[in-house]
């Protein structure tokens, strides 16, 4: 029904009168981390072993925080111009997204193991994995007058798939030799409905809110923009799973050492008598990830160059909680989104049949400078490709993420 | 022309790094780790490892040393065969002459009306009512036929005894005379008696008999009379048509050969038994039954409906004697009809029938049993030969049997009693010290009885060695002495739950030397001898068969031990399965021992065939917990560490562990709260994904 609301919208919106449309479509991956570099990504991504040397690298930085971010999007948006200012943008998204942290100790038992770890406690606090898959429909009307503009955007939301781990607690100690295990966690999981993994699966609905501004003064523009401020509502088909445990494994006991068998290593002999796990169905709510900025921009003398723009982004994502909007809860968004204000500059060089795009920040889910670059070919259908992280093409070692994207661009 | 040539250089660099970049496919991503887990854990105490021997069990004393104990019964004697009884009575028949048949009365009459109608002009002269002078009236009757009819009887009978009684009584009023008369078989016109009465006055009657013997009858007789001479009469007498003489026929004590008749229902046979059992010597009074049967076996030539009314007073439950009462069919091809019944839980009194003349007896059962033929109301045709037979089987296994148990031997074996306690020892000694072996005789018979041994050898079948005690706790040699068990006493004659107090002696015998041989089997024969000296007590004997005379062997040995170099090996089949992308790098074994022994343990590991794969821990020595004043006061831990460890294909694990006390000269003791700790640990080395 909501999907129908907006195509009947946009179906109006046709009718109006208009002047010159245009249609974009965007394919984006991005692979960001804080603490991995382009060495281990590389393997990680593309040659499938990790050696011992590379493992060391990345602990070695040995921080409390490892961010994980990684998004796949592809979207398609219709402009069309309206009478009086006014333009409307259509747009069709497919959003997946994954964002871990972790600390260093959760880092090492997964990538070494436990065995360098005897006699040592290996604490893994404050964990948290989010993975999201949804379809996003967007309507954006745009008001557009001399030195300024404004827009409003309404998205409706499909969800596909989610999954929260929130694990505030965990440690492990293995004593010499392995005599025992000293395990102590919990673990809070909202994962959808697991019996079916289709792409498209509907197990949950939301909605987004956009709004932008933009001024012109003194030969400057100045854009602030709150992007895909929303949440979806998932079904009652999802779990919520939750384990608080703390116990000390020292083998399995046997009684008669004379009659060893597989039965006895029975793994439910080993679970069964210590986890305390409640599961049950219900509906819960994720946020999306929604981009907060503002940027400004001015027309570079040169006509060999476009606009110059400075800009900050910052992201706005809670974890699932209940709690009714509050400064808290602002607070709470920005630090849980594992995102740091992301700052960059941009501008756009011209030649005669395409542009180089670009772009310096800082920020965001790395730690290092990112280096943005683009060209766009312009023909009847102008062609777009970039990457994110220019720097991993030269120096992986340096870099900390890998991201590509292209953009086709038409106006009809 | 230079800025454009360097402007397409740039985008064809920006276009190669951007394929360059995408040249690979995304890949699952791997790395090995190394892992540490403990794997098993287990706390051995003693009495885990005292293994696979159920005659042997721990016991400790107070002060918590503790001693291994074997118990086991020298033998299983079925002690329900001294006093069961089964006997097949002898059969006997009851044939058809002994049957019954009621006696027969048929009678005729002829009035005086018929007789003067036989005169001409009889009506005339001799009116009804009138008075008159009866002159001599020769052949008033001659010749004359009338039938008797005994079809409400039989169709034919041949006897072999049996009279036929003729009587004519004379209700005329005047004299007869010359009476002649005979009866014959209608059928065949046989005449079967003749019968001849000179004078028969007026108001009186006479009668004669024939026996029967060897003749055959038919329902249908004819008797004719065939002579009547009227006497005349003295003066006027009252001519009464009414008056009349009356001929009777009587059939009496009829033994039948052969008859065709309506036979009446009839006792055929009345067998009141005493019936006495062959025991022996022994003199029982009184049974109770554990299985007991009784089985009637019949056969019935009769046909007609044969019917056994069967009581035995001596076999009572809950008061109430036996009885029972069924139909026998007749036979076909002369198979018997089997009756059986079940007697458990029944008590036999053996004391013969109750007030029996000469008082109570013995080992006899007193039964009835009564034989019937039942008429079904049709003709059927018996013969002499055709019988009733029976015989008797008693069969009973006694629960308890009270009276004198007689004398008695029961030989015991040879018989062997196997031990695996010490088979996992293979190599090296042990000093055993204060070990005691003793047989224990515990007689719940209320009879005296007697041992003697006549067999009693410690045998290690490794080593080839054997090894008997020689004297008991007197001095006596072991062998062939007399060991005398005293009755036992009945407290309480419940047959479900006797209370009894047996009688109990026990013969000691010093076994440390029998038990340094390390002996994995016991051979004894023996000899048990009921009522040596016969009835000797007042008191009757008894027997329960649950409570019987037993015996058993009992070794002690205490472990208070001197273990030199002593190797045990057992071997344990393993079902486990290894993940093979799984490489366990190293094994460690934590050992806290806590026993007052040194210990040199490796585990052999062998496959499906039996070929060593690995041997794991070798030459490690754990060290015995620490001793103060002989008794272990902390445990030692020692640490065992094993590397590239293959565990696929493990089918059996070797045990093979050397004991060595501290001092070879010096005992230690082992206590109930010793134990040994085992912790095994592994390091694996696994690739994630």
């Known amino acids: 029904m909501k999907i129908q609301i907006f195509l009947i919208i946009n179906f109006i919106s046709l009718l109006l009168y208009s002047q010159e449309r245009s249609i974009y479509l965007n394919s984006d991956i991005n692979f960001e981390t804080n603490t991995i570099n382009g060495s281990f990504i590389n393997e990680l991504l593309f040659n499938g072993y990790i050696n011992n040397t590379m493992k060391d690298n ?135 409905d697991t019996s079916s993994f289709s792409p498209f699966n509907n197990n949950g609905n939301g909605m987004a809110l956009d709004l932008a501004a933009s001024i012109s003064m003194f030969n400057h523009k100045l854009d602030i923009y709150l992007i895909d401020l929303g949440f979806i509502l998932w079904n009652n088909k999802s779990s919520n799973i939750y384990v608080d445990s703390s116990f000390t494994f020292n083998g399995i006991e046997i009684d008669n050492v004379f009659e060893f068998n597989d039965s006895i290593l029975d793994a439910s002999n080993i679970i069964d008598d210590y986890d305390n796990l409640t599961n049950k169905n219900k509906r819960f709510k994720s946020y999306l990830s929604s981009n907060i900025g503002v940027r400004i921009s001015k027309k570079v003398k040169n006509d060999r160059f476009g606009m110059i723009t400075y800009g900050v982004n910052t992201k706005w994502q809670p974890y699932l909680d209940d709690k009714k909007l509050s400064f808290k809860k602002i607070k709470q968004g920005f630090v849980e989104s594992n995102y740091k204000p992301f700052y960059y500059v941009e501008t756009e060089i011209i030649t005669k049949k395409y542009s180089l795009l670009p772009k310096i920040a800082y920020g965001g889910y790395t730690n290092n400078l990112n280096l943005d670059l683009g060209i766009k070919f312009r023909r009847k259908i102008s062609v777009i490709l970039g990457t994110h992280h220019l720097e991993y093409l030269f120096t992986k070692e340096n870099s900390r993420g890998f991201g590509l994207y292209i953009k086709l661009f038409k106006s009809i | 022309m230079f800025k454009r040539q360097a402007h397409n250089i740039l985008a064809l660099l920006f276009i190669i790094l951007f394929v360059n970049s995408c040249k690979h496919e995304l890949e699952t991503p791997t790395w090995n780790v190394d892992l540490i887990t403990p794997l098993i854990n287990t706390e051995i105490n003693i009495d885990e490892i005292i293994v696979d021997d159920s005659l042997f069990n721990i016991q400790s004393d107070d002060t918590g040393l503790v001693s291994l104990f074997f118990n086991n019964n020298l033998s299983d004697i079925n002690y329900d065969s001294l006093i069961n009884i089964d006997k097949q009575v002898p059969g006997k028949t009851s044939r ?93 016109q046989n005449i079967i008696a003749s019968f001849y009465f000179p ?340 008191a009757p004997d008894f027997l329960f068969t649950d409570f019987p005379l037993e015996a058993s062997i009992q070794l002690k040995i205490p472990l208070n031990l001197i273990a030199n170099n002593l190797q045990l090996i057992d071997t344990a089949d393993l079902d486990i399965s290894i993940n093979d992308e799984i490489e366990i790098e190293k094994l460690y074994l934590k050992v806290e021992n806590g026993f007052p022994i040194n210990c040199d343990i490796k585990l052999i590991l062998l496959d499906n065939n039996q070929n060593i794969i690995d041997t794991l821990f070798n030459n490690n020595q754990i060290n015995s917990g620490i001793l103060q004043n002989n008794i272990v006061i902390e445990k030692s831990i020692n640490l065992l560490e094993t590397d590239n460890v293959n565990l696929k294909d493990i089918k059996q694990i070797i045990f093979d562990a050397t004991f060595l006390t501290n001092d070879l000269n010096e005992y230690v003791s082992i206590y109930n709260d010793y134990s040994i700790d085992f912790l095994l640990s592994a390091k694996f080395s696994t690739q994630i994904n």
């Open chain 2, 199 to 538: 004078l028969i006055t007026s108001g009186t009657s006479d009668k004669d008999s024939i026996s029967l013997a060897g003749l055959t009858i038919d329902k249908n007789i004819e008797a004719i009379i065939n002579n009547v001479d009227v006497n005349a009469s003295n003066g006027n007498v009252i001519i009464n048509y009414s008056d009349a003489l009356i001929a009777k026929i009587k059939l009496k004590s009829l033994r039948i050969n052969e008859a065709t008749a309506y036979f009446p229902e009839q006792e055929l046979s009345k067998t009141l038994t005493e019936t006495s059992f062959d025991l022996g010597d022994a003199q029982i009074t009184e049974i109770g039954i554990k299985t007991g049967i009784i089985k009637i076996h019949l056969v019935s030539t009769i046909p007609d409906t044969g019917r056994i009314i069967y009581n035995i007073p001596s076999l009572t439950k809950n008061g109430i004697a036996f009885s029972t009462e069924k139909i026998v069919p007749t036979t076909i091809n002369g198979e018997a009809t089997i009756y059986t019944f079940d007697f458990k839980d029944y008590i036999l009194n053996l004391k013969g029938k109750n007030g029996r003349i000469g008082g109570d007896t013995i080992n006899t059962i007193y039964s009835e049993l009564f034989t019937y033929i039942d008429s079904t109301g049709e003709l059927i045709t018996l013969n002499q030969e055709d019988s009733f037979y029976y015989h008797t089987e008693f069969i009973f296994s006694p629960k308890y049997a009270l009276g004198y148990l007689g004398s008695d031997t029961i030989e015991i074996g040879p018989e062997e009693i196997e031990t695996t306690v010490f088979n996992n020892i293979v190599d090296g000694e042990i000093n055993l010290n204060n070990t005691t072996l003793s047989i224990e005789i515990d007689n719940y018979f209320g009879a005296e009885a007697n041992l003697v041994f006549s067999q009693f050898d410690a045998i290690n079948s490794r080593t080839g060695i054997t090894s008997a005690p020689t004297v008991d706790q007197n001095g006596n040699t072991f062998i062939g002495n007399t060991y005398n068990v005293n009755r036992a006493f009945l407290l309480n004659n419940n047959p479900e739950a006797p209370n009894i107090l047996p009688s109990s002696s026990s013969i000691i015998l010093d076994a440390d030397q029998t038990l340094n041989i390390l002996p994995n089997k016991i051979n004894t024969s023996f000899s048990i001898y009921i009522n040596p000296q016969g009835q000797t007590s007042f």
């Open chain 1, 58 to 192: 990345v602990l070695s930085i040995n921080t409390d925080k490892h961010i994980v971010n990684f998004t796949f999007n592809n979207s398609i948006k219709y402009t069309e111009p309206l009478d009086k200012g006014f333009s409307l943008n259509f747009s069709i998204s497919d959003i997946n997204n994954l964002n871990a942290t972790f600390n260093n100790d959760l880092l090492r038992l997964i990538l070494k193991g436990n065995y360098e770890s005897q006699n040592e406690l290996l604490e893994f606090n404050q964990t948290r994995l989010r993975a999201n898959r949804y379809q996003q429909l967007k309507l954006f009307l745009d008001y557009k007058k001399k030195n300024s503009n404004i827009g409003i955007g309404l998205s409706y939301i499909q969800g596909n798939h989610h999954l929260t781990l929130i694990s505030n607690r965990g440690s492990l100690f293995t004593s010499y030799l392995g005599e025992s295990l000293d395990l102590d966690y919990d673990i809070n999981t909202y994962i959808t």
């Open chain 2, 96 to 188: 058809l002459d002994s049957i019954k048949f009621d006696n027969i009365n048929i009678s005729d009459t002829t009035t005086m009306g018929q007789l003067i109608s036989t005169i001409p002009l009889g009506g005339f002269l001799f009116p009804n009512g009138s008075s008159a002078a009866i002159p001599f009236i020769p052949n008033v009757i001659s010749s004359d036929t009338f039938n008797v009819n005994a079809s409400d009887y039989f169709e034919t009978m041949t006897l072999i005894d049996g009279y036929l009684f003729f009587e004519i009584q004379n209700n005329l009023p005047v004299d007869i005379s010359n009476i002649s008369c005979s009866l014959m078989n209608s059928t065949n």
